[in-house]
Protein backbone atom coordinates (compact mmCIF):
# COMPACT_ATOMS: atom_id res chain seq x y z
CA UNK A 1 0.00 0.00 0.00
CA UNK A 2 2.38 2.23 0.64
CA UNK A 3 3.99 1.89 -3.33
CA UNK A 4 0.53 2.54 -3.89
CA UNK A 5 0.47 5.73 -2.07
CA UNK A 6 3.16 7.20 -3.68
CA UNK A 7 2.44 5.93 -7.20
CA UNK A 8 -1.25 6.62 -7.36
CA UNK A 9 -1.71 9.18 -4.05
CA UNK A 10 -4.01 8.74 -1.39
CA UNK A 11 -7.32 8.40 -2.51
CA UNK A 12 -6.82 5.91 -5.11
CA UNK A 13 -4.39 3.85 -2.90
CA UNK A 14 -7.33 3.28 -0.36
CA UNK A 15 -8.92 0.41 -2.04
CA UNK A 16 -6.17 -1.56 -0.95
CA UNK A 17 -7.80 -1.21 2.45
CA UNK A 18 -10.94 -2.74 1.53
CA UNK A 19 -10.69 -6.54 2.11
CA UNK A 20 -13.23 -7.70 -0.37
CA UNK A 21 -11.70 -5.98 -3.37
CA UNK A 22 -8.06 -8.16 -2.71
CA UNK A 23 -8.33 -11.05 -4.85
CA UNK A 24 -6.00 -12.60 -2.28
CA UNK A 25 -8.99 -13.10 0.43
CA UNK A 26 -10.91 -14.89 -2.13
CA UNK A 27 -8.22 -17.40 -3.19
CA UNK A 28 -7.20 -18.00 0.45
CA UNK A 29 -10.99 -18.58 1.21
CA UNK A 30 -11.44 -20.80 -1.35
CA UNK A 31 -7.81 -22.71 -0.22
CA UNK A 32 -8.15 -23.19 3.14
CA UNK A 33 -12.15 -22.96 3.44
CA UNK A 34 -11.94 -20.45 5.57
CA UNK A 35 -14.04 -17.07 6.21
CA UNK A 36 -11.80 -14.33 6.57
CA UNK A 37 -13.18 -10.76 7.90
CA UNK A 38 -12.36 -7.69 9.23
CA UNK A 39 -14.51 -6.73 12.29
CA UNK A 40 -14.71 -3.02 13.14
CA UNK A 41 -15.34 -2.08 17.11
CA UNK A 42 -17.32 0.98 15.98
CA UNK A 43 -19.90 1.52 12.18
CA UNK A 44 -19.11 -2.46 11.48
CA UNK A 45 -21.52 -2.75 8.80
CA UNK A 46 -24.75 -4.86 9.38
CA UNK A 47 -24.85 -6.87 6.16
CA UNK A 48 -21.54 -8.78 7.88
CA UNK A 49 -23.06 -11.68 9.51
CA UNK A 50 -21.38 -12.88 12.64
CA UNK A 51 -21.90 -15.89 14.68
CA UNK A 52 -22.35 -15.96 18.87
CA UNK A 53 -18.94 -16.51 19.43
CA UNK A 54 -17.83 -13.84 17.06
CA UNK A 55 -20.01 -11.47 18.83
CA UNK A 56 -18.64 -12.57 22.15
CA UNK A 57 -15.17 -12.13 21.33
CA UNK A 58 -15.72 -8.70 19.73
CA UNK A 59 -17.60 -7.47 23.18
CA UNK A 60 -14.18 -8.80 24.52
CA UNK A 61 -11.15 -7.52 22.76
CA UNK A 62 -13.47 -4.09 22.90
CA UNK A 63 -13.98 -4.17 26.32
CA UNK A 64 -10.31 -5.19 27.07
CA UNK A 65 -8.97 -1.88 24.61
CA UNK A 66 -11.53 0.45 26.52
CA UNK A 67 -10.09 -0.34 29.47
CA UNK A 68 -6.13 0.02 28.63
CA UNK A 69 -5.70 -4.04 29.18
CA UNK A 70 -3.35 -5.91 26.43
CA UNK A 71 -4.96 -7.49 24.04
CA UNK A 72 -3.94 -10.46 21.83
CA UNK A 73 -4.76 -13.10 19.18
CA UNK A 74 -7.03 -16.05 20.40
CA UNK A 75 -8.26 -19.71 19.13
CA UNK A 76 -11.66 -21.09 20.24
CA UNK A 77 -13.35 -24.23 18.52
CA UNK A 78 -15.96 -26.44 18.77
CA UNK A 79 -17.16 -29.62 16.58
CA UNK A 80 -18.42 -27.27 13.53
CA UNK A 81 -15.69 -24.39 13.31
CA UNK A 82 -12.17 -23.09 14.59
CA UNK A 83 -12.14 -19.75 14.83
CA UNK A 84 -9.01 -17.58 15.00
CA UNK A 85 -8.96 -13.23 16.06
CA UNK A 86 -6.88 -11.04 16.39
CA UNK A 87 -6.47 -7.49 17.03
CA UNK A 88 -6.25 -4.23 14.41
CA UNK A 89 -4.22 -1.47 15.50
CA UNK A 90 -2.95 1.39 13.63
CA UNK A 91 0.56 0.12 14.82
CA UNK A 92 2.55 1.65 10.98
CA UNK A 93 2.48 5.02 10.78
CA UNK A 94 1.17 4.85 7.08
CA UNK A 95 -2.35 3.67 8.31
CA UNK A 96 -2.80 7.11 9.76
CA UNK A 97 -1.85 8.85 6.79
CA UNK A 98 -5.91 7.42 6.06
CA UNK A 99 -7.19 7.09 9.81
CA UNK A 100 -5.55 9.51 11.68
CA UNK A 101 -6.63 13.33 12.29
CA UNK A 102 -8.21 15.54 10.01
CA UNK A 103 -6.27 18.64 9.19
CA UNK A 104 -2.83 16.83 10.86
CA UNK A 105 -1.82 13.39 9.23
CA UNK A 106 -4.63 13.76 6.56
CA UNK A 107 -6.00 16.93 4.74
CA UNK A 108 -9.09 18.34 4.45
CA UNK A 109 -9.01 18.07 0.54
CA UNK A 110 -8.28 13.76 1.16
CA UNK A 111 -10.51 13.29 3.69
CA UNK A 112 -13.05 14.71 1.54
CA UNK A 113 -11.97 12.89 -1.64
CA UNK A 114 -12.37 9.80 0.31
CA UNK A 115 -15.51 10.18 2.13
CA UNK A 116 -16.99 10.63 -1.39
CA UNK A 117 -16.37 7.15 -1.70
CA UNK A 118 -16.02 5.63 1.39
CA UNK A 119 -18.14 5.66 4.48
CA UNK A 120 -14.82 6.50 6.43
CA UNK A 121 -16.54 8.37 9.69
CA UNK A 122 -15.68 6.10 11.90
CA UNK A 123 -12.80 5.42 10.93
CA UNK A 124 -10.68 8.67 11.12
CA UNK A 125 -9.23 11.05 13.80
CA UNK A 126 -7.62 7.84 14.92
CA UNK A 127 -4.54 7.57 17.26
CA UNK A 128 -1.34 5.85 16.60
CA UNK A 129 -1.12 2.20 18.04
CA UNK A 130 -5.29 2.62 18.72
CA UNK A 131 -6.74 -1.12 18.16
CA UNK A 132 -9.91 -0.55 15.83
CA UNK A 133 -11.07 -3.78 14.87
CA UNK A 134 -9.94 -7.40 14.58
CA UNK A 135 -9.28 -10.21 12.66
CA UNK A 136 -11.75 -13.46 12.08
CA UNK A 137 -10.47 -16.17 10.16
CA UNK A 138 -13.54 -18.72 10.56
CA UNK A 139 -12.24 -22.08 9.14
CA UNK A 140 -14.95 -25.29 8.44
CA UNK A 141 -13.51 -27.76 10.35
CA UNK A 142 -14.78 -30.48 8.92
CA UNK A 143 -13.19 -29.21 5.49
CA UNK A 144 -10.16 -28.00 7.36
CA UNK A 145 -9.27 -31.83 8.64
CA UNK A 146 -10.28 -32.93 5.21
CA UNK A 147 -8.04 -30.60 3.30
CA UNK A 148 -5.42 -31.30 5.92
CA UNK A 149 -5.43 -35.10 5.36
CA UNK A 150 -5.00 -34.77 1.31
CA UNK A 151 -2.06 -32.92 1.86
C1 LIG B 1 -4.66 5.00 1.57
C2 LIG B 1 -5.63 5.07 2.64
C3 LIG B 1 -5.59 4.02 3.72
C4 LIG B 1 -4.50 3.56 4.41
C5 LIG B 1 -3.05 3.98 4.26
C6 LIG B 1 -5.00 2.59 5.35
N1 LIG B 1 -6.35 2.47 5.24
FE1 LIG B 1 -7.56 1.30 6.37
N2 LIG B 1 -9.18 1.91 5.33
C7 LIG B 1 -9.16 2.83 4.30
C8 LIG B 1 -10.49 2.95 3.75
C9 LIG B 1 -10.90 3.86 2.60
C10 LIG B 1 -11.31 2.07 4.48
C11 LIG B 1 -12.80 1.80 4.30
C12 LIG B 1 -12.95 0.68 3.35
C13 LIG B 1 -14.37 0.30 3.10
O1 LIG B 1 -15.28 1.02 3.47
O2 LIG B 1 -14.55 -0.76 2.49
C14 LIG B 1 -10.46 1.45 5.47
C15 LIG B 1 -10.91 0.54 6.40
C16 LIG B 1 -10.12 0.01 7.40
C17 LIG B 1 -10.61 -0.85 8.45
C18 LIG B 1 -12.07 -1.27 8.65
C19 LIG B 1 -12.24 -2.72 8.42
C20 LIG B 1 -13.23 -3.05 7.37
O3 LIG B 1 -12.96 -4.01 6.62
O4 LIG B 1 -14.28 -2.41 7.28
C21 LIG B 1 -9.55 -1.19 9.22
C22 LIG B 1 -9.55 -2.10 10.45
C23 LIG B 1 -8.38 -0.56 8.64
N3 LIG B 1 -8.78 0.18 7.55
C24 LIG B 1 -7.11 -0.68 9.14
C25 LIG B 1 -5.97 -0.12 8.55
C26 LIG B 1 -4.63 -0.36 9.02
C27 LIG B 1 -4.25 -1.22 10.22
C28 LIG B 1 -3.80 0.34 8.20
C29 LIG B 1 -2.29 0.39 8.22
C30 LIG B 1 -1.61 -0.87 8.08
C31 LIG B 1 -4.65 1.03 7.21
N4 LIG B 1 -5.96 0.71 7.46
C32 LIG B 1 -4.20 1.86 6.21
C33 LIG B 1 -8.06 3.53 3.84
C34 LIG B 1 -6.76 3.33 4.25
Known amino acids: MSAAIDQEGLVNAARF????????????EKEYAVEIKRIRF???????????????????????VQNNQPVDPNV??????????????LSNQMCLKCHGSVGK??????WEALSAKYSLDS?????????????SLLFDKKELVKRIGEE
Open 123 to 135: LVNLKPNQTIAIW
Open 76 to 89: QQNDTYMLYTAPIS
Open 105 to 110: ELSQKD
Open 42 to 64: IGQPVSVKLNNKEKELLDAYQYS
Open 17 to 28: CQLNQLSATDSL
